[in-house]
C-alpha cells in the first residue's frame, strides 16, 4: 500500500503523462483543421521521460530541449494555454508567435526553447551550466536531445567540454531508435550510447524510458550528483515514438509489428496497471483525471482561438533588443 | 600655444595593444566578464592580443578551450544566457565557419524566436583578411557573410580608436557583436588619447574630406585606400574616404550623404565582389541617390580565387593602392 504522499506524487505523474498524451492528440486534430501549421513533431509514448525527468528538477534549474518539446514544456509548467497559443501563432503564445512547435520558450520557467538544429541545444547547456559556475550558483542545466544527436560533432564537443570543465549538466538522451527515418544501427558504428559518454569520463547509463518511476529514480540520482559538484551526468532514456516523425512522415521505414509491440509498453497504461494493483487507482480516479485534463485542453484551445495576431507592424521587433529593425 | 590648446595626453600603441587594453579594461570593470578561446590563455593568444591577461584574471576568466569552435561559441551563447558577459575569440574567421550553425541559427535567432524573452549578450572577436601569404584557409574576408544575417551586428576596426572602443561598446550591447580584427592591423602603431574608451558603433565615419569621388571601404583596406587618396591628391583629384566601421547595421545615410555630395563612388572591400557586402553598398546607393551620381559606381574587390600562397600572386589578387586610385582615377577623368 501506497503512502499518502507516494499515491499524491504516482498520481502526479500519471497525471502529467496523460495531460501530455492529450494534449497532442489535440495537437494533431488541430493540426487536420489547420489551426497548427509548420513542423509538427508529436512526443506520444516518450512521454515518462520528460515527466520522469523533470521530477528532480528545481524552479532555478535550467532546461534545454529539442524540436519535440512539447512534453518537456508541459512537464516543465509551461501552461498549457499560451503553448497552445504558440501553436496558433498567436501573440498570447509562449514566444509571441515567433518560434511555433518547435521553438517553445518561457523566462519564467527558464525553458530555453525548442532547438530544432539536432544537437544545436547541447552547446548551450553547457554554457548555463558554465555561466552557473562561473557565478558560483548551485543549479542544474537539463539538456534533452535524440540519439540521432549523438551522431552530431556538437554532442562530441559539448560532452568533452561539459566533462573538461566540470559543469552541472544533466544531459538526457532519448533514444527512440529513429533520427527521422535512420535507425541507429544505420547510422551509429557503436550503437553503445553509455559507452561514448564513459569515452569523455561522464558518469553514464542505461534507463527505461517507458518507465516513468525508473526515468525519476534514475533523474533524481543524477541530478543530485550533478547538483553536489559531481560534474555532468549522461542518462540514456530507451523509449520509442508511437507517432510520425512529423505530420509528413509516412513512416516507411520500420514496421507496424514493431510499433505494435513497443504500444505494449505504453508507460501511462502501464503505471495505470501497476498503482490499481498496488490499490492507489481506481476506475473513478482515471475518469476524474481525464475529465480534469479534458478541461484544461478544452481552455488551452478556447484561449489560442481567441488570441489575437500580432500586428505586421511589430514585424521587425525583436531582431535587436532596442526593438529598432537595423536598415 | 595657450593652455586651451594643450592636447590630452597620448600613448604610442599598436593595433594589438589598444585591444589588449580594451579586454584588460572589460575584465576589471565587469566581474560577469571573460574571455574564450583556443590558446586565449597560457599561449596568450594566436596573435598574441591577450598575453599577460591569465596571470593578470586567472584560468576561470581567460579560459583556454579544445578545438571545438562550436561547442565553445555555443558555450558562450549559453553563458550569456546565464547571465555573464562572454567574449569569445576565434583565432580566424575561416575556422569561425565551424561554429556558423551556432552564429546563425541561435545567437541571431534567440531573441526572436523567444519572442523577446532572452537577448544573448555575447562578443565573438576573430581575425580576418589576408596578406601575410597563409593561403587559402587563413586569409578570406567572411564578414559580408555575416553582415547579411539579422540578429548580430558586425564591427570591424580599421584605427586604433575603434579598436580600444568598439569592443567596450559591443560589452555593453544587449545583443550578440562580431568584431573583425584585420590581421594586417595587429602591428600599425600610434598615437591613442590615454583616456581612450569606448566609442559609437552606430556611424560611419569620414576619415578624409573630399569633393571629387567617395572611396567607401572599412577594416584592413582603409590604410590602402588612404594611401590611394594621397596619390590622386597628388594629381588634383580630391577624394572622400568613407570607413564603415560597422557593417551590420550599416550607416547607409553617412555613405549616400557623401556620395551625394561628390557624385561618384568606389567601394573598396577584401571581400570578393560577387554576393558581397560591396554589391550591397552600390545597391544602397543607387537605390538612395542614383540621380545625383555622374558616374555608375565602381568596385575594387578581391579576385575571384581561393587567396594563393605565393606573395605576388596574393598581391595581385588583393585591392592595391594602385588599382584603387585607378578605379576613382577613372570615374573622375574618363581615364586609367
Not at chain 1, 570543465?165 to 544531459?171: K, M, N
Not at chain 1, 538522451?173 to 544501427?185: F, P, Q, S
Not at chain 1, 507517432?243 to 514496421?255: I, V
Given at each position: 500500500m501506497l503512502s499518502a504522499l507516494d499515491r499524491e506524487h504516482a498520481m502526479r505523474l500519471l497525471g502529467e503523462m496523460l495531460r501530455i498524451r492529450r494534449f497532442e492528440e489535440k495537437c494533431a486534430e488541430l493540426y487536420s483543421a489547420g489551426k497548427i501549421r509548420g513542423f509538427l513533431h508529436l512526443y506520444i509514448g516518450q512521454e515518462?521521460?520528460?515527466?520522469?525527468?523533470?521530477?528532480?528538477?528545481?524552479?532555478?534549474?535550467?532546461?534545454?530541449?529539442?524540436?519535440?518539446?512539447?512534453?518537456?514544456?508541459?512537464?516543465?509548467?509551461?501552461?498549457?494555454?499560451?503553448?497552445?497559443?504558440?501553436?496558433?501563432?498567436?501573440?498570447?503564445?509562449?514566444?509571441?508567435?515567433?518560434?511555433?512547435?518547435?521553438?517553445?520558450?518561457?523566462?519564467?520557467?527558464?525553458?530555453?526553447?525548442?532547438?530544432?538544429?539536432?544537437?544545436?541545444?547541447?552547446?548551450?547547456?553547457?554554457?548555463?551550466?558554465?555561466?552557473?559556475?562561473?557565478?558560483?550558483?548551485?543549479?542544474?542545466?537539463?539538456?534533452?536531445?535524440?540519439?540521432?544527436?549523438?551522431a552530431e560533432g556538437e554532442f562530441h564537443e559539448s560532452?568533452?567540454?561539459?566533462?573538461?570543465?566540470?559543469?552541472?549538466?544533466?544531459?538526457?538522451?532519448?533514444?527512440?531508435?529513429?533520427?527521422?527515418?535512420?535507425?541507429?544501427?544505420?547510422?551509429?558504428?557503436?550503437?553503445?550510447?553509455?559507452?561514448?559518454?564513459?569515452?569523455?569520463?561522464?558518469?553514464?547509463?542505461?534507463v527505461d524510458g517507458m518507465d516513468v518511476r525508473a526515468v525519476e529514480a534514475a533523474a533524481r540520482h543524477a541530478a543530485t550528483a550533478v547538483r553536489n559538484g559531481g560534474g555532468p551526468h549522461f542518462l540514456e532514456f530507451r523509449t520509442y515514438r508511437f507517432?510520425?516523425?512529423?505530420?509528413?512522415?509516412?513512416?516507411?521505414?520500420?514496421?507496424k509489428q514493431e510499433i505494435e509491440q513497443w504500444k505494449h509498453r505504453d508507460p501511462i497504461p502501464a503505471l495505470a496497471a501497476q498503482l490499481k494493483q498496488e490499490g492507489a487507482l481506481t476506475d473513478d480516479?482515471?475518469?476524474?483525471?481525464?475529465?480534469?485534463?479534458?478541461?484544461?485542453?478544452?481552455?488551452?484551445?478556447?484561449?489560442?482561438?481567441?488570441?489575437?495576431?500580432?500586428p505586421v507592424s511589430d514585424l521587425t521587433t525583436f531582431v535587436y533588443s532596442e526593438g529598432g529593425g537595423a536598415s | 600655444m595657450t593652455p586651451q590648446e594643450v592636447r590630452a595626453p597620448t600613448t604610442t600603441v599598436t593595433y594589438r595593444e589598444a585591444i589588449r587594453a580594451a579586454l584588460r579594461d572589460a575584465l576589471r570593470r565587469d566581474e560577469r566578464v571573460f574571455l574564450m578561446g583556443e590558446d586565449v590563455g597560457r599561449y596568450g593568444g594566436c596573435f598574441a592580443v591577450s598575453k599577460g591577461l591569465l596571470a593578470e584574471f586567472g584560468p576561470e576568466r581567460v579560459r583556454d578551450t579544445p578545438l571545438s569552435e562550436s561547442a565553445f561559441v555555443g558555450a558562450g551563447i549559453g553563458a550569456a544566457l546565464g547571465g555573464t558577459r562572454p567574449i569569445v575569440e576565434i583565432m580566424t574567421v575561416n575556422f569561425s565557419l565551424l561554429a556558423l550553425d551556432q552564429i546563425v541559427n541561435n545567437a541571431a535567432t534567440i531573441l526572436h524566436m523567444s519572442g523577446g524573452q532572452f537577448n544573448i549578450p555575447l562578443v565573438i572577436r576573430m581575425t580576418t583578411g589576408a596578406g601575410r601569404q597563409l593561403a587559402a584557409q587563413h586569409s578570406h574576408s567572411l564578414e559580408g557573410w555575416y553582415a547579411h544575417i539579422p540578429g548580430i551586428k558586425v564591427l570591424t576596426p580599421a584605427t586604433l580608436e575603434d579598436a580600444r572602443g568598439m569592443l567596450w561598446t559591443a560589452i555593453e550591447d544587449p545583443d550578440p557583436v562580431l568584431i573583425f580584427e584585420h590581421g594586417s592591423l595587429y602591428n600599425i602603431e600610434g598615437e591613442l588619447a590615454a583616456e581612450a574608451g569606448a566609442v559609437d558603433i552606430s556611424k560611419a565615419a569620414v576619415r578624409r574630406a573630399g569633393t571629387d569621388v567617395s572611396l567607401i571601404t572599412y577594416g584592413g583596406t582603409l590604410g590602402k585606400t588612404l594611401q590611394a587618396a594621397e596619390v590622386l591628391a597628388s594629381e588634383s583629384i580630391s577624394a572622400e574616404v568613407v570607413d564603415l566601421r560597422t557593417l551590420r547595421p550599416l550607416d547607409a545615410a553617412t555613405l549616400c550623404d557623401s556620395v551625394t555630395r561628390t557624385h561618384r563612388a568606389v567601394v573598396i572591400d577584401e571581400g570578393w565582389r560577387s554576393g558581397s557586402i560591396s554589391a550591397e553598398i552600390a545597391a544602397r546607393i543607387m537605390e538612395t541617390t542614383f540621380y545625383n551620381l555622374d558616374a555608375p559606381p565602381a568596385r575594387v574587390c578581391s579576385a575571384e580565387v581561393p587567396m594563393p600562397y605565393a606573395k605576388h600572386l596574393e598581391e595581385a589578387a588583393l585591392p592595391q593602392v594602385a588599382g584603387i586610385a585607378a578605379a576613382a582615377r577613372h570615374l573622375v577623368t574618363g581615364h586609367e
Open positions: 515518462a521521460v520528460a515527466v520522469g525527468a523533470m521530477q528532480p528538477l528545481l524552479a532555478e534549474d535550467a532546461i534545454v530541449a529539442t524540436y519535440r518539446e512539447h512534453g518537456h514544456a508541459l512537464a516543465r509548467g509551461v501552461a498549457a494555454t499560451s503553448i497552445m497559443a504558440e501553436m496558433y501563432g498567436k501573440v498570447e503564445g509562449c514566444s509571441r508567435g515567433r518560434g511555433g512547435s518547435m521553438h517553445l520558450f518561457d523566462a519564467a520557467t527558464r525553458f530555453y526553447g525548442g532547438n530544432a538544429i539536432v544537437g544545436g541545444g547541447l552547446p548551450l547547456a553547457v554554457g548555463l551550466a558554465l555561466a552557473d559556475k562561473l557565478q558560483h550558483r548551485n543549479r542544474v542545466t537539463a539538456c534533452f536531445f535524440g540519439e540521432g544527436a549523438v560532452m568533452n567540454l561539459a566533462a573538461l570543465w566540470e559543469l552541472p549538466v544533466l544531459f538526457c538522451c532519448e533514444n527512440n531508435l529513429y533520427a527521422m527515418g535512420t535507425a541507429i544501427e544505420r547510422s551509429e558504428s557503436e550503437t553503445d550510447l553509455c559507452l561514448k559518454a564513459a569515452s569523455f569520463k561522464v558518469p553514464a547509463w542505461p507517432r510520425a516523425h512529423s505530420m509528413f512522415d509516412p513512416e516507411l521505414y520500420r514496421d480516479d482515471l475518469t476524474a483525471l481525464e475529465t480534469g485534463i479534458t478541461t484544461e485542453i478544452e481552455e488551452a484551445v478556447a484561449f489560442a482561438e481567441a488570441g489575437t495576431w500580432e | -
